[in-house]
């Protein structure tokens, strides 16, 4: 199992800290380095800033939001960086919710997110191998545009720069059990939002050969678990309770099929009260600890064992500093 550095997204300004920290995943042999985005900082540019100083380290976003940018758009960003980095790019898709697709990028949420999903890829697929002009006769990403409002005059266009690479690996992030299947299908990795070895959502016989699932978790070094737990409760609290509207929240429901159903539906009614601090409160225990490896070494070295074990081929270890992933890298040798 390789090791990854997911520094997310920026909060209200960018951390000081993430180069050192890229830099010392690089020395201690951590396979990539991840960024995020949401209706902030984006994703692409603080990647290229931790390519520039650094020299081996894979690049990857996790997750660019499909919102965000046309097809054609992303996979200018993703052969863009994968040449200036040397070929180190992984591009990381998510479609988001109805709440940031509609409220921040002003896109309608597609009806079909199967549908619009696969032909994002396809067209990031096709720009990437430059075999011939892209072309797509799509319901959501139709290449020529050919709405209501088309001037009639676009054509097909390949891309003036050639790829690096034809084959630059596209992860997605999916929830839904359709959506996981799909990208076991048409993508080269999987990005799980919440993973717990216990209870995995795909088993590696489901798997293509070569097929990356690369999850997220929170690993803190620390002798009292309580205390370390409660950075991952209230990064719940704030997915599960406010990053969704209460009629449609993937990750309420992700949770809900998780077995915690109950606990979802009352951190979203609190959270959406306005009483926040309690919402973070009612995060189990045992749901945000299932899904993290918190606590002292000897205990995350026990539960490692799980991780590895299982069908995770890179885990993106979401770490507050420089001690954390060390001993993580020494624990994962």
Same mark, same amino acid.
């Given at each position: 199992?390789?090791?990854?550095?997911?520094?997310?997204?920026?909060?209200?300004?960018?951390?000081? %800290?993430?180069?050192?920290?890229?830099?010392?995943? =690089?020395?201690?042999?951590?396979?990539?380095?991840?960024?995020?985005?949401?209706?902030?900082?984006?994703?692409?540019? #603080?990647?290229?800033?931790?390519?520039?100083?650094?020299?081996?380290?894979?690049?990857?976003?996790?997750?660019?939001?499909?919102?965000?940018?046309? /097809?054609?758009?992303?996979?200018?960003?993703?052969?863009?960086?994968?040449?200036?980095?040397?070929?180190?790019? &992984? @591009? %990381?898709? %998510?479609?988001?919710? #109805?709440?940031?697709? =509609?409220?921040?990028?002003?896109?309608?949420?597609?009806?079909?997110?199967?549908?619009?999903?696969?032909?994002?890829?396809?067209?990031?697929?096709?720009?990437?191998?430059?075999?011939? #002009?892209? =072309?797509?006769?799509?319901?959501?990403?139709?290449?020529?545009?050919?709405?209501?409002?088309?001037?009639?005059?676009?054509?097909?266009?390949?891309?003036?720069?050639?790829?690096?690479? /034809?084959?630059?690996?596209?992860?997605?992030?999916?929830?839904?059990?359709?959506?996981?299947?799909?990208?076991?299908?048409?993508?080269? %990795?999987?990005?799980?939002?919440?993973?717990? /070895?216990?209870?995995?959502?795909?088993?590696?016989?489901?798997? #293509?050969?070569?097929?990356?699932?690369?999850?997220?978790?929170?690993?803190?070094?620390?002798?009292?678990?309580?205390?370390?737990?409660?950075?991952?409760?209230?990064?719940?609290?704030?997915?599960?309770?406010? &990053?969704?509207?209460?009629?449609?929240?993937?990750?309420?429901?992700?949770?809900?099929?998780?077995?915690?159903?109950?606990?979802?539906?009352?951190?979203?009614?609190?959270?959406?009260?306005?009483?926040?601090?309690?919402?973070?409160?009612?995060?189990?225990? $045992?749901?945000?600890?299932?899904?993290?490896?918190?606590?002292?070494?000897?205990?995350?070295?026990?539960?490692?064992?799980?991780?590895?074990?299982? /069908?995770?081929?890179?885990? @993106? $270890?979401?770490?507050?500093?420089?001690?954390?992933?060390?001993?993580?890298?020494?624990?994962?040798?």
């Amino acid at each position: 199992m390789r090791l990854g550095l997911a520094l997310g997204y920026w909060g209200r300004g960018p951390d000081p %800290g993430h180069i050192a920290l890229a830099q010392e995943a =690089e020395r201690l042999g951590y396979d990539s380095v991840w960024t995020a985005e949401s209706w902030g900082s984006d994703a692409f540019t #603080p990647l290229a800033w931790i390519a520039a100083h650094t020299s081996r380290i894979r690049l990857g976003t996790a997750v660019a939001q499909m919102a965000a940018r046309s /097809p054609t758009a992303t996979a200018m960003h993703a052969l863009t960086l994968d040449h200036l980095s040397g070929g180190r790019m &992984m @591009l %990381g898709l %998510g479609l988001s919710g #109805p709440q940031v697709v =509609e409220g921040w990028y002003g896109r309608p949420f597609p009806r079909s997110p199967l549908t619009a999903t696969r032909e994002y890829v396809d067209v990031v697929r096709q720009v990437l191998r430059r075999e011939r #002009p892209v =072309e797509l006769h799509g319901r959501f990403h139709p290449l020529p545009y050919d709405g209501p409002d088309a001037t009639g005059l676009g054509r097909p266009l390949r891309p003036i720069t050639h790829p690096l690479r /034809p084959d630059l690996p596209v992860l997605l992030g999916a929830e839904g059990p359709k959506n996981i299947a799909q990208t076991t299908r048409i993508a080269d %990795g999987w990005l799980p939002l919440y993973w717990s /070895p216990t209870r995995p959502l795909i088993g590696a016989d489901d798997l #293509p050969e070569g097929f990356l699932v690369a999850p997220m978790a929170q690993v803190r070094v620390c002798e009292d678990v309580t205390e370390g737990l409660r950075p991952v409760k209230a990064m719940l609290g704030f997915y599960i309770g406010g &990053m969704g509207h209460a009629a449609r929240n993937f990750h309420a429901d992700l949770m809900a099929r998780m077995g915690y159903a109950d606990e979802a539906h009352r951190i979203q009614d609190l959270f959406l009260a306005g009483r926040r601090e309690e919402a973070v409160a009612a995060v189990p225990d $045992a749901f945000a600890d299932e899904i993290s490896l918190v606590g002292p070494r000897e205990r995350i070295a026990e539960r490692l064992e799980l991780w590895r074990a299982g /069908p995770v081929t890179d885990l @993106l $270890a979401l770490a507050p500093d420089a001690e954390s992933l060390r001993v993580l890298a020494e624990l994962n040798t």
